[in-house]
């Protein structure tokens, strides 16, 4: 699997991701500011997966239309340190689960998925 992170994921999570073997682009180190469209678009252009703490692309997809037939997981673990951000989005990404194709959300109890 290769990822995209928005920018609001935090670089000590991003390089967890890197160490534990994942394929990951950071949008703040390879295009700042980027819109969110722009990342879905460079997102769909590598065939990466989104992983974002931004409620706004579920908006993009569902409300705006703007399709991504590689997936998008969006963290909602507002309160976590940076550290235990890490530690809920690695065993995420190791819990075999499909994401290609999926819109997740991923909570501090669950994890719901939608077909995009």
Same mark, same amino acid.
């Given at each position: 699997? /290769?990822? @995209?992170?928005?920018?609001?994921?935090?670089? /000590?999570?991003?390089?967890?991701?890197?160490?534990? $073997?994942?394929?990951?682009?950071?949008? /703040?180190?390879?295009?700042?500011?980027?819109?969110?469209?722009?990342?879905?678009?460079?997102?769909?252009?590598?065939?990466?997966?989104?992983?974002?703490?931004? *409620?706004?692309? $579920?908006?993009?997809? &569902?409300?705006?239309?703007?399709?991504?037939?590689? $997936?998008?997981? &969006? =963290?909602?673990?507002?309160?976590?340190?940076?550290?235990? *951000?890490?530690?809920?989005?690695?065993?995420? @990404?190791?819990? /075999? *689960?499909? =994401?290609? $194709?999926? =819109?997740?959300?991923?909570?501090?109890?669950?994890?719901?998925?939608?077909?995009?």
């Amino acid at each position: 699997m /290769k990822f @995209l992170a928005d920018e609001n994921i935090p670089r /000590k999570v991003v390089d967890l991701i890197s160490e534990h $073997g994942y394929d990951i682009q950071w949008i /703040k180190a390879i295009s700042p500011k980027s819109s969110d469209d722009r990342i879905l678009s460079l997102a769909e252009a590598d065939e990466r997966i989104i992983l974002t703490f931004d *409620m706004h692309f $579920g908006q993009l997809v &569902y409300e705006k239309k703007l399709l991504t037939k590689q $997936g998008i997981i &969006y =963290f909602r673990l507002n309160g976590l340190s940076p550290s235990m *951000m890490a530690e809920a989005v690695i065993e995420t @990404l190791n819990s /075999k *689960m499909i =994401f290609s $194709g999926y =819109f997740t959300v991923v909570t501090k109890t669950r994890i719901r998925q939608t077909r995009l």
